[in-house]
């Protein structure tokens, strides 16, 4: 998001072009009109970022069979409660404040300047640095919070109902507290890939597939459901318990990213950026119609079946692809690049049990696989830098996972990353909280 | 919403009135301001109008029987899919561009015009061609978009239980690429209805009883549920299945309502529109409540019991109701014009049985029938124009409700419009989607 | 709201300090464009305000047991209806128009000014006028009328499952017309707590406490729920019935309390109230993520178990603590607020099965008790005033405890407030309603 997309307006032969998004290219509004509608931006999208943590949430203990839907929810406000601590406490700094290269700065906490401070005690002599830097400290720090939470997110999808509590919580601490934001260094921070050209415009690989690595890591080393993966080579179905609330997790992300995509413009001071956060909220719908129905129609052929969760699911692989690019200005475009992250999306869930691992909600072909696809597909569709793009998704690539393995095997060999195969079986719920998602209800007995 | 409303200030005996909106009556605001704010109210309130798409998939989720929960939300993601794309497509040109009296453009796709893409390229000679325009052409297309989309939900809440899923994608296409628009042309695009003087502010009539002709039409083609109307005259009671999903479908779609109805001042450029807007949620606000509380209340002697139901889709219909005039200027009336939205739903629910038509949510009611009042009741309340707010109910409604029974016959005699009878027993998710919306909750067995 | 914090910056030896916010210390902004941009923002935060009746709704609908849960969502729905309509008839007039010292006018009904309704239609002589005031009046109207009905939402979770339907609406009528807008005159009415210099930015005690207070008055009066309390002195759990709808409802709480905190800037017309603004959301984001970590670690401890539901209500305590002063500038009292918030609610929570007050969903612990310790942080935070704080929390504690304990008992000896011992035991669903809130799910026969 600190990035601008350098990408040639008229593009290749496939006459395709990404929007230049410069602060203030005509800039008739005033500074402090300027700073006002930068900084309201920024927190409007914001509370709708936030919001996907809902969605998440939603989706995730719909997802889950009914015994471990409490659990779920807790892990998930939870992890929006530790990503924002954390980002407050280290993060931002780690990530944007004196970035050179590899890592920004190790100050603990973040906040409101001494500058602003005066001004709203009345010395207005410093107005003319404040406005100097077009937005509000903490307006900026709000936005970028809400990402470290959607990064946590995704991995929780993943390793639901094996996944212990604790431990959850401390890859999360690690995971927002460092290693998104070095990720987050490197690139809108200011740092070496950055420099080398990378251009993600609102993090398909950055937010998306950081977290997606982060996931297939602990999935690998948390290893499957007890009786997922059967001996005779066959996969258990799983089917979420609540199909109406996975809907709504899925309507409320879509939603989400309105604000995920369109706040990335980072900016509202002019002409330009209302002209470009337009083109970017009506890319982000295409793409993710074009995820749904793709891999709608597809789903027939491919699993035998019109398949609903490949249908959901491809709405946010739509989501995810555009996002590294949604300023493009050819809609047709936005409409292929969401169809085809849908697609992406409904065969990584198949290859996912090929190579037999378990990932509840399918966040890594959502995220992980249709967030490399959006990314090389920024540099195809604005012709060029596909080395640098490859580069970039390569080396977070190698880091997150590299990283994240290693803190997973950490736990797992300490505090133990996985619930004992009783309460795996008993359910989270009443294993781990001693309450139940649905007490009321009569449940189904599991049958194996 | 591309229509002024020429109401009269002072008004009738009855001493209302319906704001004027001048784009920028007093407009000290520069061209760049303009542009952004204009722009910028566009996204966020059309953002909101996205979200009641979420809104209706809870509502039919929850009112449909479980067995039918999964297939409902599949159809409403794919609707909402369907719209996106086929107003990108055709829709948009047809309904506002060059439009001459009866039908837009035919050509294909929407975009970022040139000179939005040569002022984002830095070309700042097109600058004042683009701000002339007064807000960039894709936030305008955004706002338009969201609410192809809210006409196609009514019509999947009437059909629920008993359309097939292709049939009724089919008919979504038509009703999003061309019934819709054409509809839009010959008011908010200019047509021959808005040189007649036809007044409807946000669309209870383009809007909603376009949606709610569509769903009539077809609920007469594909006709009522097995067992719905028994040979005894008696009428079988379908409850919801799931009570708070169906009150958080009306709450989002409250929520969503304030982006409807405000949004469509379609500017905000100034502080005419600023007081115009203010007014306008105000009064949605009023009318909705005034929608529950007169349902609930009338309920009781009506209908034996207070309805909870009633209630619910009382505020749906004083939303309807409401939304050809929100901009009025006396409060008390959006009580009354709201409050007999929510009795006009209440008795056109009992009508519905008497004509044995099946609405599963009773969306004809709400939107079809508080539509044709709220219509009306701009025009009453501003004292003049009853015969032209007549005529254009009525040449919608015969425009709307005979093509779509021509679409619905056609689809019914070729692909078939509506399930085998076995799937209808067994439930359209598992009969169509092979998957159950509440697969580890013990159900009960239907009766008949 | 309409109230100045005169806090001290620099503050005491904690340096901590609260935001002034001048309407428009730096005010390079024309008088139109502040006109615009204040009145957006009243909107689109009162809009996201609207959204936390939702939250209530989901968060009760899903804590009270099946049986009662759709009569649940009715009071929900109706006391929203309810407090609009009165808030417009006489709320709003009582609260804010002409307060002198103990209360405001007794004219019926408020709306948009002459001189507004002038300028709409053209009449640019009143301008200046309009100008003049900073806003349009109905935006004013609908952010001060969404909070009267975050008040009413309090007590419906604590009451819910024994007080009957119209007994409830009666009160709300009581609470919504009177006595809330009567604590409004007090403080931001500008009446004699104000002119003390009482001081709660957001309403921690003017919205949430006396929602608490009213709660606590109901729950005495009307009693608990039978067999909550049993004989030998032990408590009957009442575990929610539907965890993930109570999780939704936090979720929307918290989205929604961006626009309680950030909307109670009530300008957005300079780089003073956008850094302000900033500080509220980040600082509400702070202390609500404080709420949920700190009770989630202090459950293990206090009640033997990691608890969602103390987390839950951690993550709304951590928000009504932070209400009365979020634009505090030093962001680890936010957090130490917050914290403490969610430590004081899980405490209230055994307290209140002490003395075996029955409170549904924990409203009293989080809104009373936590609001109390919001009010009373400002101050200590802010280094002044203790004083005029336990006045102000005193003055409004025994004026709304009382007069709400004079209303429930006469509701009780007249039309009885509380349903038969026969719905109670039936459900309020079937009993009041004759609809069940699951009707085709199985479910358990309650154990006693």
Redesign the interface.
């Known amino acids: 998001m600190r990035f601008n997309v350098f990408a040639v ?1 008229g593009g290749s032969a496939a006459t395709v ?1 990404f ?4 602060s203030s ?9 300027s ?3 930068n ?6 999208w ?3 970022v ?2 996907m ?2 969605g998440f ?2 989706l995730e ?2 997802s889950v ?2 015994k471990n ?3 779920i ?2 892990k ?3 992890l ?3 990503a ?2 954390m980002f ?1 406490l280290v993060g931002y700094n780690l990530m944007y404040v004196d970035v050179s290269g590899w890592i920004g700065s190790l100050k603990l ?1 973040y ?2 300047t001494t500058d ?2 005066a ?4 010395d ?1 002599s410093v ?1 003319p640095a ?2 100097d830097k077009g ?5 900026d ?2 936005f970028q ?1 809400v990402f470290v939470a959607t990064t946590a997110s995704i991995v929780s999808g993943t390793l639901a109902e094996r996944v212990n ?1 604790w431990s959850f919580f401390v890859f999360i601490i690690a995971l927002t507290g460092f290693i998104y934001p070095v990720v987050g260094a490197w690139t809108w921070g200011g740092g070496w890939l950055s420099e080398m050209g990378f251009q993600d415009f609102a993090g398909s690989t950055i937010v998306h597939s950081t977290g997606g690595w982060a996931a297939l890591a602990g999935a690998i080393i948390v290893g499957a459901r007890t009786g997922k993966f059967r001996d005779d080579g066959s996969v258990k179905t799983t ?10 997790g ?3 992300l ?2 989400g990213w ?2 995920f995509n ?1 706040g990335s413009q980072l900016a ?12 970017i ?2 890319n982000t ?2 793409a ?3 995820g ?2 793709f891999a ?1 129609v597809l789903s027939r052929p491919v699993l035998g ?5 490949a ?2 699911n491809g ?1 946010i692989a739509g989501l995810v692809a555009i996002t590294a690019g949604p300023d493009i ?4 475009w936005a ?1 292929i690049i969401g169809g085809v992250g849908g697609i992406v999306c409904l065969f990584g869930m198949k290859f996912m049990e090929i190579i037999k691992v378990d990932d509840v909600v399918g966040a890594v072909p959502a995220h992980l696989f249709a967030g490399i696809w959006g990314t090389l597909a920024v540099c195809i569709a604005a012709g060029g830098n596909l080395f640098v793009q490859i580069v970039g998704v390569f080396a977070i690539g190698v880091f997150v996972f590299g990283i994240s393995t290693v803190v997973w095997y950490i736990i797992s060999k300490t505090m133990g990353a996985r619930v004992a195969p009783m309460i795996e079986e008993l359910g989270q ?1 009443a294993g ?13 007995p ?1 049958d194996d």
């Not at 290219?25 to 009109?33: G, N, R, S, T, V």
């Open positions: 307006l072009a929007l230049l998004h410069p290219a005509l800039a008739a509004l005033d500074a402090e009109a700073y006002v509608l900084s309201f931006s920024f927190l409007i914001g509370a709708l936030m919001w943590c809902a949430t939603m203990s719909g069979r009914t839907a409490s659990v929810c807790l998930n406000i939870g929006y409660s530790i924002g601590l407050y906490t906040g409101v602003e401070i001004l709203l005690g009345g207005s107005a404040v406005l937005y509000s400290t903490m307006s720090w709000f919070m509590l089917p979420p318990s609540n199909v109406p609330v996975v809907t709504l899925v309507f409320i879509w939603l309105f604000g369109g509202l001071a002019g002409a330009t950026d209302a002209i470009a956060i337009s083109v909220l009506s719908n295409l993710a119609a074009a749904v129905l709608i079946r019109v398949d609903l969760l249908g959901l709405a200005v050819n809609h047709n409409i719920d781990e909280l001693g309450i139940e998602a649905y007490p009321e209800f009569v449940l189904m599991e």
